[in-house]
Nanobody, 124 residues
Framework: QMQLVESGGGLVQAGGSLRLSCAAS????????VGWFRQAPGKEREFVAT????????YFADSVKGRFTISRDRAKSTVSLQMNSLKPEDTAVYYC?????????????????WGQGTQVTVSS
C-alpha cells in the first residue's frame, strides 16, 4: 500500500505562482515515477508532469513546458510541482499519483495510487 497526500493548492491571479507538494508514505520503494495530473470540470483527467523516482528524469505536457517544474526529495519522500506564469486554463483539481512501471507515463491508467487532489484556481 502507498498513500499520497497533496497540499499547496489555492486561488491565484493569472501570472502568479503556486507550489504543490505530494507527500508519499508506505511502499515508496516500488515506485518508478510520481506524476501530476489535473482535471477541470467536465473534462477528462490530463497529464501535467512526471518524474522518475530513482534518477529524477522529468516529462511535461506541452501545455505547461517552460512554466512548470517538477522535483523530488527522496529523503523526505515528497514530490513538488512549481507552477509559474499561471493561466486561467490551468484551473483544475491537481492530483499526484505513483506508478511502479516505466511507461506510458502520460496516461492515468498507468498509475495505481492516487492522492485526494488539491484545487488550483487561477483568476483572470
Amino acid at each position: 500500500q502507498m498513500q499520497l497526500v497533496e497540499s499547496g493548492g489555492g486561488l491565484v491571479q493569472a501570472g502568479g505562482s503556486l507550489r504543490l507538494s505530494c507527500a508519499a508514505s508506505g511502499r515508496t520503494f516500488t515506485t518508478y515515477a510520481v506524476g501530476w495530473f489535473r482535471q477541470a470540470p467536465g473534462k477528462e483527467r490530463e497529464f501535467v508532469a512526471t518524474i522518475s523516482w530513482s534518477i529524477g528524469r522529468t516529462y511535461f505536457a506541452d501545455s505547461v513546458k517552460g512554466r512548470f517544474t517538477i522535483s523530488r526529495d527522496r529523503a523526505k519522500s515528497t514530490v513538488s510541482l512549481q507552477m509559474n506564469s499561471l493561466k486561467p486554463e490551468d484551473t483544475a483539481v491537481y492530483y499526484c499519483a505513483s506508478t511502479p512501471i516505466r511507461e506510458p507515463l502520460q496516461i492515468p491508467s498507468t498509475y495505481d495510487y492516487w492522492g485526494q487532489g488539491t484545487q488550483v484556481t487561477v483568476s483572470s
